[in-house]
């Protein structure tokens, strides 16, 4: 089982950035892909980035492509999701999560078995 924590969330205008941070421990090495999955007030979690910890592939949500940008720190065990011109509808709770997968499945939450605790991002317009 992976442990993950997730920080780095808080209040920023819109066009402003942010980098969430997705601390893992516990069995890492079955880490095989790790996402972020977003839940807005009366919405359903819906699924933002990826990657795939062995041979780097990413995805990301149509919504948030070219201004958000996944990464990871293999040394720490740590992911990263730094978010650039943020827009008041990015407002959600935020989640890391970690999984296998591959390709569009990837993209699914039902492709992940450990969850973090959720991190809330605000934009303010």
């Known amino acids: 089982q992976v442990q993950l924590v997730e920080s780095g969330g808080g209040l920023v205008q819109a066009g402003g950035s942010l980098r969430l941070s997705c601390a893992a421990s516990g069995r890492t090495f079955s880490t095989y892909v790790m996402g972020w999955f977003r839940q807005a007030p009366g919405k359903e979690r819906e699924f933002v980035a990826a990657?795939?910890?062995?041979?780097?592939?990413?995805y990301y949500a149509d919504s948030v492509n070219g201004r958000f940008t996944i990464a990871r720190d293999n040394a720490k065990n740590t992911g990263y999701l730094q978010m650039n011109s943020l827009k008041p509808e990015d407002t959600a709770v935020y989640y890391c999560?970690?999984?296998?997968?591959?390709?569009?499945?990837?993209?699914?939450?039902?492709?992940?078995?450990?969850w973090g605790q959720g991190t809330q991002v605000t934009v303010s317009s």
């Open positions: 990657f795939k910890w062995n041979d780097g592939n990413t």
């Open positions: 999560a970690v999984g296998a997968c591959s390709g569009y499945r990837c993209k699914g939450d039902t492709s992940y078995n450990s």
